[in-house]
Each structure stands twice: as C-alpha cells, then as structure tokens.
C-alpha cells in the first residue's frame, strides 16, 4: 500500500489552471495532491476575472438604467451603494471558492495549504499551514502570475494601487489616473467612468488596447471619450507622489497629473522565484517563465507547467486547457496544445473579444488577407434591444477563403467570440459561415453578414461600389 504523502499527481497551484489539471487527472484514476499557498481558485477567482466581471456587471446595470426612459420606462432619483456592490462581490467570490473547494472534495484530491519548493524532481516539501513532505510521481507547476510593481512609483495600497488593492476599496473616489490603456487598465477605467468617477488613461503606446488590433483600439477609444474618459497615449510615467488624500503622477515630458487615486495597471509578473525549482533540474527564463513543449512537458521528464507560468497567453480560460493537456499526457495520454484559436475578452462598456490574428497581423504574416465587417446598427436584434454600437468583423485569406482572424466589440461580444474561436480551431472558410443557417433575431447574425460582405455577397447591407 502507497504511503499517504505519495501521490500519482502533485499539482502546484489551484488557480484555474491547477485545479482544471488535478480533476482531469483525477477522472484518470489518478491519486491527486494539490498545493495552494492562499486561497482556492488562484488570481481568477479571487483577484481577477470574477470580482471585476461582478462590479463590472453593476455598471452594466448602471448603464441600462439610464437608458431607460428610451425604452418608456421612467425611473426618478435612482442611485446606488458601491459598498454594498463591493459586499457582492466579496460574496460571489466566497460562494463559488467554497463550491470549487467541495468539487474537489467530490474527486478525491488531496488539497493542501502552504508554498511549495522542490527538495527533488519528484519531491515537495509545504511550509505554512501545513508541514510535510510530498512525493509525486509527476508534477505538475500552476504557480500563475501577480501584480506587477514598479520600483519607481511603488504601490502604497491607499492612493497608488493595483489590480488587487482597487479591488478593496468600499468607497468611489471622485477621479482615478490609470497608468497603462491595455485590457486591465481599460476595464476599470470603464467601470470607474460609468459609476461617475473622473477618469485618465495613461498609455506609454500610441493607442489603448493596441493588441487587438486598430479597428478595435479606435472604436474603443471614441466610445471612451463620449463617455468622459480623457485618454493620453505616447506618455511615460516618470514617478508618483502619494499625499495624504490624493497621488500625483509625473510625466517624462514634464507634465503633472493629480487625482484622489492613482491605478497601476501595466502587466503582471510571473511567480516561480520561490519555487527552488534548480533542485528539480529546471531553470527559468529571464521573465521568470518555465520553457514547455506542446505537450506542457518541461525538459526535466516527468514535469509540466502550466498556466501563466509557461509565459503564453496569460488568461485564465488558456491555463484550464493547458491544464487538460498537461494532465492527460501525465497520465498516459497524448494531447498537444494549440494557441492559433485563443479567444480574449475585454470587459469594457462595451465588450472587445478578439481571436486569431488582426488584419495587422495577417498582412505582416505575409496572408493575402481582406476584412469584412457588419455594423450592429444593421441588425434587428440590435435595434430592438437598443445595443447597437459596435460591429462584428472577419478577418480571411482571400485566396483560400480561410478564416484568419475575427474582432466583435458591442453588447455580448464575450459569448458571440466562441462561433469564431471554432472556426479558426478547424480552418473553416467563409463558405461554412455563410452556408450555415443563423437564427434570426440574433445578435449572432452579424458574423454571417460579415462573412457575406467579405465574399462581396452582401444581403443586408449596400454593395460596394463599382469602379
């Protein structure tokens, strides 16, 4: 009989890729341990996706009320309580960490609480809450990523703060400076802006959300402004002063920027330096990421990593796969891991999603790519609904007709990416979108209009012009 600190599987971290990992391996049979050194469900869960998305779905109700009276409803003198939104979502995050923590239980796994340090390639050894030694035949390293801090103006947690501490605050101030325009540093400047607050976006690039491509970056960046969001780019940040009720930036041009709060939001910082991963024979990168084949094998046979720690696409949604790949093969199995399909999300007011390449992306790829996209405003769905800013656009080959690429920005762009992120996973062409039948009304339609305007067979929506 095995001894009951040796396990089949030792996973370290039960962040969405951590976790992810020890149930697939545990549905294999397998004798699962998994280590977190704070809370389950890791920076997603606790500090991420899902607190953000609860406050962010109070704006979203903010904004619809105020469009209200459009619809013929009237509603005077309404107003809200950000403390009692920040006590939601302190009790989202608590009931679905509890839920996860009795999924767990429900599959065997052996969860322990403490950090973690290799003491052998097979060996861990857990400090903190509790104290002993575990032995693994395969481990598998989930140790995500944190908050990245800046030397020169270091978060104080009262007027400077980061992802994490903003999320703390139980009141609004009245302005908020936003260091970094990207897909964090653009959510909460979003959030912020629809509950009343001031607020600046400082982006060192010559455009917020520049990854996603400029179509997206431009319409994002007027829909900011109409709602009151000023919008610096091209600026580096010199230093911050914190006071004693508000934070003052320093620009490298020499310009001064004050506001009561101040938000750092400009990357985040792999977690492996603690780790003593020498003594499992693995080393780290200068970033501190763990080089990984696609298989999530690292080069020490026997260890997989996974998640933000492997330094790919950092989202929560790329771990959980990496996680199922990264299992199976530790069990047995033969999966290998694709980035060509990653979907992305951003949820601003309104939502960006993206997946594949940008047009940008394409023709520096040397495709002979084309776009075709369809207006919201277009839709009968849209208009009935009254969301009709934004559009839906696809990005194709235009010899082949393959799909590339596809960028949605408006209402429910979050659930409209994954028709997307199918197509481009099974190198399908604009044919297969246009010969597959959409339900009408639906928000949905815009991908087989774009798709039709893309092959210059548009139905709703004006021929080009003829030469």
Same mark, same amino acid.
């Given at each position: ?48 996706? *899902?607190?953000?998305?609860? &406050? ?30 920040? $006590? ?11 839920? &996860? ?22 060996? *861990? ?40 501490? *903003? ?76 006071? $004693? ?5 320093? =620009? ?31 080393? !780290? ?62 949820? !601003? =007011? ?53 799909? =590339? ?16 992120? &199918? ?24 991908? &087989? $209009?774009?798709? =039709? ?15």
């Amino acid at each position: 009989m095995k001894n009951k600190d040796n396990f089949d599987i030792v996973v370290i971290g039960a962040g969405p890729g951590g976790y992810v990992a020890a149930i697939k391996a545990a549905l294999k049979g397998k004798k699962v341990a998994l280590i977190e050194k704070s809370h389950l469900g890791g920076t997603c869960l606790n500090v991420g996706c *899902i607190p953000t998305k609860t &406050l962010i779905a109070n704006a979203q109700i903010l904004e619809k009320i105020a469009k209200a009276s459009q619809f013929g409803i009237n509603i005077k003198d309404y107003s809200f309580d950000y403390s009692k939104m920040k $006590e939601r979502k302190d009790n989202v995050v608590e009931t679905i960490r509890k839920s &996860l923590g009795s999924l767990l239980k429900s599959h065997g796994i052996h969860v322990f609480f403490g950090g973690a340090k290799f003491l052998s390639p097979k060996e *861990i050894k857990i400090s903190g809450e509790e104290k002993k030694v575990l032995k693994g035949d395969k481990i598998i390293i989930a140790t995500g990523s944190t908050t990245l801090d800046i030397k020169a103006f270091p978060c104080d947690h009262k007027n400077i703060l980061n992802s994490t501490s *903003i999320l703390e605050m139980s009141s609004l101030p009245k302005s908020l400076i936003v260091v970094g325009g990207g897909y964090i540093g653009s959510e909460f400047a979003s959030l912020f802006a629809e509950m009343g607050v001031k607020v600046t976006i400082l982006e060192a690039l010559d455009s917020i959300v520049k990854a996603q491509g400029a179509s997206i970056s431009n319409f994002l960046t007027k829909k900011f402004k109409d709602k009151g969001i000023s919008i610096k780019t091209s600026v580096k940040v010199s230093s911050i002063e914190s006071f $004693e009720n508000s934070a003052t930036v320093h =620009l490298e041009n020499g310009d001064t920027l004050s506001a009561d709060k101040v938000l750092i939001s400009i990357g985040r910082k792999i977690v492996s330096d603690n780790l003593d991963i020498t003594k499992a024979g693995l080393k !780290t990168n200068a970033n501190g990421s763990i080089d990984v084949d696609e298989r999530m094998q690292t080069e020490v046979p026997g260890i997989y990593a996974i998640g933000d720690v492997t330094g790919k696409a950092m989202l929560a949604h790329v771990a959980s796969h990496q996680g199922i790949v990264a299992a199976t093969n530790a069990t047995g199995g033969n999966a290998l891991m694709h980035y060509h399909a990653v979907p992305a999300v951003i949820f !601003t =007011l309104p939502e960006v999603a993206v997946v594949g390449m940008t047009l940008e992306e394409a023709l520096q790829k040397n495709y002979k790519a084309k776009a075709g996209a369809f207006p919201f405003q277009a839709l009968g769905k849209s208009q009935a609904t009254m969301d009709t800013e934004g559009f839906a656009q696809v990005i194709f080959d235009e010899d082949t007709h393959e799909i =590339l690429g596809a960028q949605v920005i408006g209402h429910d762009a979050s659930a409209l990416i994954g028709e997307m992120a &199918l197509a481009i996973q099974n190198e399908l062409t604009l044919e297969c979108i246009t010969e597959t039948i959409h339900a009408h009304p639906t928000v949905a339609e815009a991908w &087989l $209009e774009a798709a =039709l305007i893309a092959n210059d067979t548009p139905i709703h929506f004006p021929p080009k012009l003829k030469k």
